[in-house]
């Protein structure tokens, strides 16, 4: 191990990477998730109302989807909550920080509200920097605090950006009005009317297809697009389906970057102050550790990694409003509730929870309720509860089954419900949350052969045994 | 010191120590304060100056003063409550004290933070052994070297810099393994440190300390809850490092294991330093056994 350890760190080359995760069984404990995944919606979508290839690749590229969005959320609370213990349940407030800074950045100067109309990778590092910045005012005073506190304001802080957002005098406003030496700068989050994001991360993918990617309808196909689009489209597959799948591809790309990063963050001796942390801060102080700096420097690292996600969440739409879901504290809850089933502290924990969230939890019931519609009338589904419950009395199901799967959105809490109490009952620490990652860049246990000739006894497996 | 007269008033239980001793005890004071100016001047490791910490009304520590000689193993003795463990947080930063100095070798520490404390060569273990549960033993002692060019956070993520990151760890590694070793617990490198035993426990602190390369320790209580043998082994230990130049002060319940192996001792009692000394000095203060020998063993 040790040699190759040390050939990883003088060339590391991508495929090396990827065949030693494959080996250490991680990529493909994820794979197989997936894959198992991928089975049962296959499964869904044939029983379903729509069938043919076509549904199923957009049913699964849906899913994937949405995996790599909650993968990379859970992940940066996974730095925070699993590897440091900071309890911060504002996610969903950095991302709507990272979310309308890049708004602000990148929507054209003419628009309404107008932005500063900057490239989208402005956008996405100011987002990130701007999210970060929010994490250190939000953090210096009450990291200082009790974990508790730091709840508080955490989310206190998610709940006021939402708010602020809203209001209408933020709706459009002029900074540096009448300074002579700065220009006028006129930005502003559109409140209620929401702001648009003619630039986000989608372009690119679409220029891949597209010669104009703003508006493709307008423009005509790259070669690229002419080559791909139509062989899908011979299978059934639509060119908007094409897209977000490709979409979805740079999206793991993030999800991977993410994964090594915190993997690196957590496997050093940064990583392992942060564990100490978690564990007993006073230990770690009385250890020669000032815990404040570690707990600044992972917050705001969290919180640009929770902006980065925003922006790739809520900008793939083109448009933005305070009143999406991905800035109420519902998004957090959801986020926490992955990283809770993937087992905090595991990074392939957090990205197969993010996974068994996003398919079974988030998108499941809705596939399920699809399956059923099919086969049950839900037009004259009974408005109220006890219209549902009535018929039950003279055996009449049909109502009751048409009302539960029109209200399937509602059920999904009561099955989230359900999930954590099993899991804390039977699993409290998640489906990972118990796997040892030794907080350390080398193998501990390997130890130098040059010890094992002078101390015979000390070097016998180092300890291995027992 | 003021503590004479106002300590034995301020008891309910010692307020019955017979008023002849008085003087005997006075002198035992002064001799202990005469040593402690001595010190001051020339080889004190820790000085401790009038420290004071009340805790709602309560005077937890109440004008505290005495000094450790460097290389000596000093004991801090006194009944529960004495205030041994609130002038260790304070001594280490973990409380601030409300007035009062702490000197360690030359520097001042009040107002310093515990972990600029630790890094100044002043280390402390805890009463009830507080490891890092769910970490192993190894990773334990890992955490403890100073400035570990891994804790910056662009050595421990960027490519370039994480190989110097790793060459540096697998030096720490021996180190680490050789002082698992000296402590007869390197076949529990690889467990959870809360799966540990309490003298185990004992041990592993007292290791992880050592990582930081201490010039002085401040141990609370290094044997509760540790077998006999445990104990013996603890003590050789702690003999060999002060041979080498550490500088200890032991808080300790057995009043006899600190006669046998401290050669100076510091009486606490109610937030107030009673008595200082030599053991055969302490042993025969008539103050010390009425306000802590009679009543607390």
Redesign the interface.
Known sequence: MSDADRDAATAPTVTDRISEEVREGDAGLIALVMFGVYALFTIFVILGPSQGIGGIVAALQAITFWTALYAMLVLALNLHWGYTGLFNIGVAGFMAVGVYTFAALTAPTGGSPPGLGLPLWAGIVGGMAVAALAGALVALPALRLRADYLAIVTVAFSEIVRLSLLSTSLEEFTLFDGLAVVPDLTLGSGAGRGISMPINPTIPVKSLYYTNPMNPASGSRTVVGNTVLPAFASIGVRETVVVSMTYTLVLIGFVVLFYVLLRRIGNSPFGRVLKAIREDELVANSLGKDTRMFKVKVFMIGCALMGLGGILWETQRGFTDPTSTTFRPLQTFYIFIALIIGGAGSNTGSVIGGALFASLLFQGPLYVSRIFSKYIPTGDAPSTFAAALGPLGSLDVTPFLAYTLQNISSLRFVLVGVVLIVLMHRRPTGLLGHRKEVASSIDLLDREPRQKPETPTAADGGGRDD | MTEDGTTVEGSGETATADRSDEAETEQAVDSGESARRELDAESASLVVEDLRKSFGGIDAVDGVSFSVERGSLTGLIGPNGAGKSTTFNLI?G?HEPDAGRVAFEGETLTGM????I??SGL??T?QIA???????V??NL???P?G??????T???L?GL??S??DE??EL??T??ET??LFEI???????AGNLSGGQRKLLELA??LM?DPTMMLLDEPFAGVNPTLEEKLLDRIHELREEGLTFLLVEHDIDLIMEHCEHVIVMHQGQVLAEGPPAEIRSNDRVIDAYLGEDV
């Open positions: 280490t973990v933070r515990t972990s600029s630790a890094n280390v402390r805890f507080r490891e890092l549960e769910e970490m192993t190894l990773e890992m955490l403890s100073r570990q060019s891994g804790e910056t956070l050595n421990a993520v490519p994480r190989g990151v790793r760890e697998r590694r021996e680490v393994w698992l070793e390197d076949h529990l490198a690889e467990e959870r992880r300390a930081l």
